[in-house]
């Protein structure tokens, strides 16, 4: 069971870039997903998680109106859209998965967890 996450790279601030995980095993349409991030020197954080359906989302305060979560279960692929990228957005982005089809935004609430893509966003 593997969670691959791609897309991450260096921006200027106000820059956009789209962040996709694929999952290796179709059951991963039936578990909900979420991304968190970790910047340096700083702990793990929530960002956006999203139902297995795609009918409910949640954000991290700091992220909305500016990143939105998607999923294609067809394709096994789940994204994040971050639009107006801040410096304060420079961090590894983490996919995971959960068992559980409904959202959660504590990180022990996830079975799967992805290797990581680093966004650096410059000033």
């Known amino acids: 069971v593997q969670l691959q996450a791609s897309g991450g790279g260096l921006v200027q601030a106000g820059d956009s870039l789209r962040l996709s995980c694929a999952a290796s095993?179709?059951?991963?349409?039936?578990?909900?997903k979420a991304w968190f991030r970790r910047a340096p020197r700083k702990e793990r954080e929530f960002v956006a998680a999203?139902?297995?359906?795609?009918?409910?989302?949640d954000y991290a305060d700091s992220v909305k109106g500016r990143f939105t979560i998607s999923r294609d279960n067809a394709k096994n692929t789940v994204y994040l859209q971050m639009n107006s990228l801040k410096p304060e957005d420079t961090a590894v982005y983490y996919c995971?998965?959960?068992?559980?089809?409904?959202?959660?935004?504590?990180?022990?609430?996830?079975?799967?967890w992805g290797q990581g893509t680093q966004v650096t966003v410059s000033s």
């Open positions: 095993e179709r059951t991963f349409s039936s578990y909900a």
């Open positions: 995971t998965a959960r068992r559980d089809g409904r959202i959660a935004n504590t990180a022990y609430n996830y079975n799967y």
């Open positions: 999203i139902s297995w359906s795609g009918d409910s989302t």
